[in-house]
């Protein structure tokens, strides 16, 4: 089964949800917020669906998700 992962809206200020698309929703995810120098800016481990981007600055960052076994990596830009 295909599994696509989308970040909505991108760009994003607020918060981003996390489309998985063949993915049940209850699965614990793991996300890790990595900026342009590969420097990590945020963590967050549980069943969520969606990221709180009030503390994030603005700018370019690589979000990856890890459902399961898998690691999903996705661009993700925030402007306020």
Not at 26 to 40: A, H, M, Q, R
Not at 53 to 58: D, G, R, Y
């Amino acid at each position: 089964m295909r599994t696509d992962i989308e970040l909505v809206p991108n760009p994003a200020s607020k918060s981003v949800q996390i489309i998985a698309k063949g993915i049940d929703k209850s699965f614990e995810k793991e996300i890790k917020i990595f900026d342009v120098t590969g420097k990590l800016v945020h963590t967050q481990k549980g069943v969520f669906n969606e990221i709180d981007l009030s503390k994030i600055a603005n700018g370019l960052y690589v979000v990856s998700i890890k459902i399961r076994d898998n690691i999903y990596s996705e661009k993700l830009i925030i402007t306020k």
